[in-house]
Protein backbone atom coordinates (compact mmCIF):
# COMPACT_ATOMS: atom_id res chain seq x y z
CA UNK A 1 0.00 0.00 0.00
CA UNK A 2 1.25 3.05 -1.25
CA UNK A 3 0.49 4.67 2.21
CA UNK A 4 2.25 2.54 4.32
CA UNK A 5 5.81 3.21 2.57
CA UNK A 6 7.92 5.86 4.44
CA UNK A 7 9.82 8.93 3.17
CA UNK A 8 13.42 8.30 4.01
CA UNK A 9 13.88 11.97 5.29
CA UNK A 10 11.15 14.49 6.39
CA UNK A 11 11.88 17.91 7.15
CA UNK A 12 8.70 20.13 8.28
CA UNK A 13 8.24 23.61 10.14
CA UNK A 14 12.08 24.35 9.96
CA UNK A 15 14.22 27.60 9.83
CA UNK A 16 17.70 27.93 8.63
CA UNK A 17 18.77 24.20 7.16
CA UNK A 18 21.24 23.13 5.49
CA UNK A 19 21.68 19.98 3.96
CA UNK A 20 25.03 18.66 2.01
CA UNK A 21 26.48 15.52 0.82
CA UNK A 22 24.10 13.24 1.39
CA UNK A 23 23.50 9.98 -1.02
CA UNK A 24 20.26 8.28 -0.65
CA UNK A 25 19.24 5.41 -2.79
CA UNK A 26 16.51 3.15 -3.30
CA UNK A 27 14.05 4.94 -0.61
CA UNK A 28 10.89 2.80 0.12
CA UNK A 29 8.36 6.25 -1.35
CA UNK A 30 10.16 9.95 -2.05
CA UNK A 31 13.54 10.06 -1.00
CA UNK A 32 13.31 13.75 0.89
CA UNK A 33 10.42 16.31 1.73
CA UNK A 34 10.69 19.84 3.12
CA UNK A 35 7.04 20.86 4.29
CA UNK A 36 6.52 24.07 6.03
CA UNK A 37 10.02 25.47 5.90
CA UNK A 38 11.96 28.70 5.66
CA UNK A 39 15.62 29.57 4.54
CA UNK A 40 16.66 25.82 3.51
CA UNK A 41 19.61 25.10 1.34
CA UNK A 42 20.22 21.88 -0.08
CA UNK A 43 23.16 20.50 -2.28
CA UNK A 44 25.63 18.21 -3.05
CA UNK A 45 22.84 15.35 -3.25
CA UNK A 46 22.88 12.37 -5.02
CA UNK A 47 19.87 11.02 -5.47
CA UNK A 48 19.04 7.28 -6.73
CA UNK A 49 15.69 4.86 -7.19
CA UNK A 50 15.28 2.47 -10.31
CA UNK A 51 13.39 4.26 -13.20
CA UNK A 52 10.18 2.10 -12.63
CA UNK A 53 9.69 2.34 -9.16
CA UNK A 54 6.63 4.34 -7.98
CA UNK A 55 6.56 7.28 -6.34
CA UNK A 56 10.08 7.33 -5.12
CA UNK A 57 10.55 11.75 -5.99
CA UNK A 58 13.53 13.31 -5.26
CA UNK A 59 12.80 16.25 -3.30
CA UNK A 60 9.51 17.32 -2.51
CA UNK A 61 8.92 21.01 -1.26
CA UNK A 62 5.22 22.08 -0.04
CA UNK A 63 4.00 25.18 2.20
CA UNK A 64 7.65 26.32 1.80
CA UNK A 65 9.74 29.52 1.17
CA UNK A 66 12.86 30.79 0.54
CA UNK A 67 14.51 27.11 -0.64
CA UNK A 68 17.17 26.59 -2.95
CA UNK A 69 18.47 23.28 -3.83
CA UNK A 70 21.85 23.28 -5.90
CA UNK A 71 24.22 21.51 -7.07
CA UNK A 72 22.55 17.97 -7.12
CA UNK A 73 22.27 14.20 -9.52
CA UNK A 74 18.71 13.06 -9.26
CA UNK A 75 18.06 9.92 -10.82
CA UNK A 76 14.24 8.34 -9.85
CA UNK A 77 11.20 6.80 -10.88
CA UNK A 78 8.71 9.85 -10.22
CA UNK A 79 9.45 13.67 -9.94
CA UNK A 80 13.07 14.39 -9.61
CA UNK A 81 12.09 17.64 -7.47
CA UNK A 82 8.25 18.49 -6.99
CA UNK A 83 7.08 21.90 -5.84
CA UNK A 84 3.74 21.76 -4.60
CA UNK A 85 1.01 24.68 -3.34
CA UNK A 86 1.84 27.50 -0.62
CA UNK A 87 5.78 27.36 -2.14
CA UNK A 88 7.56 30.72 -3.14
CA UNK A 89 10.95 31.71 -3.83
CA UNK A 90 12.09 28.12 -4.59
CA UNK A 91 15.38 28.47 -6.41
CA UNK A 92 17.33 24.75 -8.46
CA UNK A 93 20.24 25.66 -9.71
CA UNK A 94 22.93 23.19 -11.05
CA UNK A 95 20.80 19.69 -10.75
CA UNK A 96 20.71 16.67 -13.43
CA UNK A 97 17.85 15.05 -13.47
CA UNK A 98 16.93 11.48 -15.45
CA UNK A 99 15.73 8.84 -15.30
CA UNK A 100 12.28 10.55 -13.89
CA UNK A 101 9.66 12.75 -14.37
CA UNK A 102 11.17 16.11 -14.91
CA UNK A 103 11.74 18.75 -11.70
CA UNK A 104 7.57 19.57 -11.87
CA UNK A 105 6.21 22.57 -10.62
CA UNK A 106 2.63 20.39 -9.23
CA UNK A 107 0.97 18.57 -9.19
CA UNK A 108 -1.55 21.43 -8.24
CA UNK A 109 -5.86 21.79 -7.73
CA UNK A 110 -6.31 17.63 -6.92
CA UNK A 111 -9.70 17.72 -5.21
CA UNK A 112 -10.38 21.39 -5.49
CA UNK A 113 -7.35 22.36 -4.01
CA UNK A 114 -6.97 26.09 -4.11
CA UNK A 115 -3.38 26.35 -5.35
CA UNK A 116 -0.79 29.17 -4.63
CA UNK A 117 2.52 29.07 -5.61
CA UNK A 118 4.93 31.64 -7.30
CA UNK A 119 8.24 33.04 -7.55
CA UNK A 120 10.07 29.55 -8.74
CA UNK A 121 13.43 29.52 -10.66
CA UNK A 122 15.20 26.71 -12.55
CA UNK A 123 18.05 27.04 -14.08
CA UNK A 124 21.31 25.60 -15.12
CA UNK A 125 19.55 21.99 -15.16
CA UNK A 126 20.27 18.94 -17.43
CA UNK A 127 17.63 16.61 -18.21
CA UNK A 128 18.83 13.08 -19.67
CA UNK A 129 16.89 10.24 -20.51
CA UNK A 130 13.87 11.88 -18.35
CA UNK A 131 10.35 11.23 -18.96
CA UNK A 132 10.03 15.42 -18.65
CA UNK A 133 11.71 18.21 -18.33
CA UNK A 134 9.98 21.69 -17.70
CA UNK A 135 7.25 20.39 -16.22
CA UNK A 136 3.77 22.55 -14.69
CA UNK A 137 0.82 20.09 -13.52
CA UNK A 138 -2.66 20.90 -12.74
CA UNK A 139 -5.91 18.80 -12.13
CA UNK A 140 -8.94 19.96 -13.44
CA UNK A 141 -11.81 21.71 -10.98
CA UNK A 142 -8.62 23.51 -9.47
CA UNK A 143 -7.99 26.92 -8.08
CA UNK A 144 -5.81 29.69 -7.01
CA UNK A 145 -2.47 30.14 -9.05
CA UNK A 146 1.04 29.73 -10.12
CA UNK A 147 2.98 32.38 -11.63
CA UNK A 148 6.37 34.25 -12.04
CA UNK A 149 7.84 31.01 -12.70
CA UNK A 150 11.17 31.06 -15.11
CA UNK A 151 13.33 27.84 -16.72
CA UNK A 152 16.05 29.47 -18.19
CA UNK A 153 19.58 27.50 -19.58
CA UNK A 154 18.03 24.41 -19.42
CA UNK A 155 20.07 21.38 -21.18
CA UNK A 156 17.96 18.11 -22.81
CA UNK A 157 18.63 14.76 -23.42
CA UNK A 158 16.91 12.58 -25.00
CA UNK A 159 13.94 14.13 -23.03
CA UNK A 160 10.05 13.10 -23.87
CA UNK A 161 8.61 15.78 -23.42
CA UNK A 162 11.02 18.51 -22.55
CA UNK A 163 8.44 21.62 -22.00
CA UNK A 164 5.11 20.93 -21.06
CA UNK A 165 2.43 22.44 -19.31
CA UNK A 166 -0.85 20.00 -18.57
CA UNK A 167 -3.69 21.65 -16.61
CA UNK A 168 -5.70 17.63 -17.64
CA UNK A 169 -3.13 15.96 -15.20
CA UNK A 170 -5.00 13.03 -14.71
CA UNK A 171 -2.11 9.96 -14.87
CA UNK A 172 -4.47 7.44 -13.10
CA UNK A 173 -7.33 8.12 -15.81
CA UNK A 174 -7.83 5.30 -18.77
CA UNK A 175 -7.12 7.82 -21.60
CA UNK A 176 -4.56 10.40 -20.64
CA UNK A 177 -5.94 13.75 -20.81
CA UNK A 178 -3.83 15.09 -23.20
CA UNK A 179 -5.66 12.57 -25.07
CA UNK A 180 -8.92 12.90 -24.30
CA UNK A 181 -9.81 16.39 -22.63
CA UNK A 182 -12.80 17.06 -20.34
CA UNK A 183 -14.16 20.33 -20.30
CA UNK A 184 -16.77 19.97 -17.93
CA UNK A 185 -14.39 21.55 -15.38
CA UNK A 186 -15.85 24.94 -13.86
CA UNK A 187 -12.52 25.75 -12.32
CA UNK A 188 -8.71 25.57 -12.93
CA UNK A 189 -5.50 26.86 -11.58
CA UNK A 190 -4.25 30.08 -13.04
CA UNK A 191 -1.28 29.87 -14.76
CA UNK A 192 0.81 33.19 -15.55
CA UNK A 193 4.23 34.99 -16.17
CA UNK A 194 5.82 31.48 -17.21
CA UNK A 195 9.29 32.18 -19.10
CA UNK A 196 11.29 29.53 -20.82
CA UNK A 197 14.84 30.76 -22.07
CA UNK A 198 18.09 29.43 -23.48
CA UNK A 199 16.67 25.94 -23.87
CA UNK A 200 18.54 23.50 -25.70
CA UNK A 201 18.98 19.81 -26.65
CA UNK A 202 16.97 16.83 -27.77
CA UNK A 203 13.55 15.34 -27.40
CA UNK A 204 12.59 11.70 -27.89
CA UNK A 205 9.66 12.09 -29.10
CA UNK A 206 7.90 14.20 -31.96
CA UNK A 207 5.92 17.15 -29.85
CA UNK A 208 9.06 19.06 -28.32
CA UNK A 209 6.53 21.72 -26.80
CA UNK A 210 2.94 21.19 -25.55
CA UNK A 211 1.12 23.50 -23.83
CA UNK A 212 -2.41 22.19 -22.55
CA UNK A 213 -4.04 24.58 -21.03
CA UNK A 214 -7.73 25.01 -19.58
CA UNK A 215 -10.33 25.94 -21.45
CA UNK A 216 -11.50 27.84 -18.36
CA UNK A 217 -8.56 30.11 -17.63
CA UNK A 218 -6.24 29.22 -20.02
CA UNK A 219 -2.54 30.37 -19.68
CA UNK A 220 -1.65 33.96 -20.05
CA UNK A 221 1.97 35.72 -20.53
CA UNK A 222 3.96 32.40 -21.52
CA UNK A 223 7.19 33.39 -23.08
CA UNK A 224 9.56 31.13 -25.19
CA UNK A 225 13.05 33.01 -26.19
CA UNK A 226 16.00 31.18 -27.74
CA UNK A 227 14.51 28.10 -27.67
CA UNK A 228 16.21 24.87 -29.97
CA UNK A 229 14.96 21.35 -29.39
CA UNK A 230 15.42 19.27 -32.14
CA UNK A 231 14.95 15.35 -32.50
CA UNK A 232 17.20 12.87 -30.40
CA UNK A 233 15.85 11.03 -34.24
CA UNK A 234 17.79 13.14 -36.48
CA UNK A 235 15.66 12.28 -39.25
CA UNK A 236 12.67 13.75 -37.79
CA UNK A 237 11.46 17.49 -36.96
CA UNK A 238 9.88 18.31 -33.92
CA UNK A 239 7.10 20.07 -33.40
CA UNK A 240 4.44 22.22 -30.58
CA UNK A 241 1.05 21.73 -29.63
CA UNK A 242 -1.36 23.48 -27.31
CA UNK A 243 -4.36 24.23 -26.06
CA UNK A 244 -5.75 28.00 -24.71
CA UNK A 245 -1.82 29.19 -24.37
CA UNK A 246 -1.61 32.98 -24.79
CA UNK A 247 2.37 35.23 -24.81
CA UNK A 248 5.08 35.20 -27.16
CA UNK A 249 7.51 33.09 -29.09
CA UNK A 250 11.02 34.52 -29.98
CA UNK A 251 13.87 32.62 -32.03
CA UNK A 252 12.11 28.63 -31.37
CA UNK A 253 12.75 25.68 -32.67
CA UNK A 254 9.89 24.27 -32.94
CA UNK A 255 7.94 27.07 -33.45
CA UNK A 256 5.00 27.09 -31.39
CA UNK A 257 2.39 28.74 -33.72
CA UNK A 258 -0.26 29.24 -31.08
CA UNK A 259 1.85 32.42 -29.49
CA UNK A 260 2.52 35.86 -31.13
CA UNK A 261 5.55 35.64 -32.87
Known amino acids: NDCTRPTALRISNCVNVRLSGLKHFNSQRNHISIDGCND ?9 APEQSPNTDGIDIAGSTNIQVMNSVIQTGDDCIAINTLCSNINITGVTCGPGHGISVGSLGMNGEVAKVEGIYVQNCTFTGSTNGARIKTWQGGAGYARHII ?39 QISD ?41 SEPTSSKCINAHGKYTDSIPKVDCLLP
Open 40 to 48: VIVSGLHIF
Open 151 to 189: FDDITLINTDNPIIIDQYYCPNCVNQASNNLNFAETSAV
Open 194 to 234: VSYSRIRGTSATPTAISLMCSQTQGCTDIRLMHIKITSAHS
